[in-house]
């Protein structure tokens, strides 16, 4: 039987080919507007579910220490993009101000957190980042979602290559690990793993 970690990275590729497919093939415009906001929430919730049981991914994610989870935030600043869309008018103005923004604020805070030093004032700067971190995917995520229904066709632009990967991999990845610091946070061992 593989490792658990390369079995883990193995599924996330997988995962990623697929969200890629249904961007070439032009997947989400052949369906209804919830749709997609469903379908985060769902992924999201399978895979935070599955990385804090006892299970073969649990035992996959736990190897992965704190700092690399951090690294995965540095995406975020994909927001740049975000707001640059908008000057093209390829996105909207709500959509582009509260996710690009929240994204960039996630990514700047993940890569200071980087080269935090170990201790407590680390742990504290690091809950404070999470709720943040968190909070501004759960607003993009409503956002998207609400221009979606309001102003048909307003989304296009995230449901075609490349920025498919962001709904369909990128947002339930970084929830997901935001849950998995939470749970270290809590733990009694909470940030040793960094």
Known sequence: ????????????????LAATAAGVFHLFFRVPPFVIPV??????TALTVA???????GDAVGQIRLRPLLAIHLV???GFYFLWLHTQGRL????????????IVAAAGALGLLFW??????????????????ADLVVAVGTGGWLSFVRHGSMAELRVLPMVLV?????PMAMSSHFVIFRRL????????V
Do not use: C, H, Q, Y
């Open 1 to 16: 039987m593989k490792a658990p970690l390369p079995r883990f990275l193995l599924l996330l590729a997988a995962w990623g």
């Open 167 to 171: 709904p369909l991999w990128l947002v």
């Open 117 to 134: 030093p170990d201790g407590p004032g680390f742990r504290r700067a690091l809950a404070v980042w999470n709720v943040i971190g968190l």
């Open 92 to 103: 909207p103005a709500e959509f582009a101000d509260r996710a690009g923004w929240g994204d």
């Open 76 to 78: 975020r600043f994909i």
């Open 39 to 44: 379908l985060v929430a769902s992924l999201t």
């Open 186 to 193: 809590g733990g009694r061992t909470a940030v040793a793993a």
């Open 51 to 57: 990385a804090l049981r006892p299970t073969w991914i």
